[in-house]
Structure formats: C-alpha cells, structure tokens
C-alpha cells in the first residue's frame, strides 16, 4: 500500500525556514516525479514545486529564489527547504506523485507564518 507521510510544518515568523519533509513507502520514488502542493484557506490547491527522476526542478514564481525541493533516493523522502517565509505562505502543505494514472497524497503538514 502506497503512503506518504509529510512532516516538519508549524508555526514560524515571517522571514524565518522550514523544512518539510515527505516519507513513502509502498513505493520507489526514484522512479516518478515528486510534487510538493500547498492549498491555502479558501484557495485551490496548487503545485509549488516539483522534481523528476532526473532531478530537474521547477517552481511556482512566488517561490522562486526562496524554496528548494530535494530528493533522497536511499531514503525515500523528498524534502522542501522553505526560507524567507512570508505570512501568503501559510497552507496545507501537500507532496504528491502519479503511478499509473492514479494521483497519490499525503494528509498534508500545516505551515503558519505569523508574527
């Protein structure tokens, strides 16, 4: 069975860093391309980063310069380093894949940028 498990959101100042991470099992990551999604309140869900098997990486323009999206094949786990927190970064952060048509998520880690 195909789970992914994110962690390391909470509540941080704007200006400061987090780093998220997301755990898989049932599954290789190597193989697919890792997405990282966040959905604000009252907002759609959108792809804010993501990296392919090649480790290629792309970026939503509001993050450009401020996040960094990583993968560690021996671990399983793709990560997120956010630095330079802005409070319109505050979401349900998501980490997704697609096997097979199918789209796979975790249950989200909530990031709070407050002062």
């Known amino acids: 069975q195909v789970q992914l498990v994110e962690s390391g959101g909470g509540l941080v100042q704007p200006g400061g860093s987090l780093r998220l991470s997301c755990a898989a099992s049932g599954t290789s990551i190597r193989f697919y391309t890792m997405g990282w999604y966040r959905q604000a309140p009252g907002k759609q869900r959108e792809l804010v980063a993501n990296i392919t098997r090649g480790d290629s990486t792309s970026y939503v323009e509001s993050v450009k310069g401020r996040f960094t999206i990583s993968r560690d094949n021996a671990k399983n786990t793709v990560y997120l380093q956010m630095n330079g927190l802005k409070p319109e970064d505050t979401a349900v952060y998501y980490c997704?894949?697609?096997?097979?048509?199918?789209?796979?998520w975790g249950k989200g880690t909530l990031v709070t940028v407050s002062s």
């Open positions: 997704n894949y697609i096997r097979f048509g199918v789209n796979y």
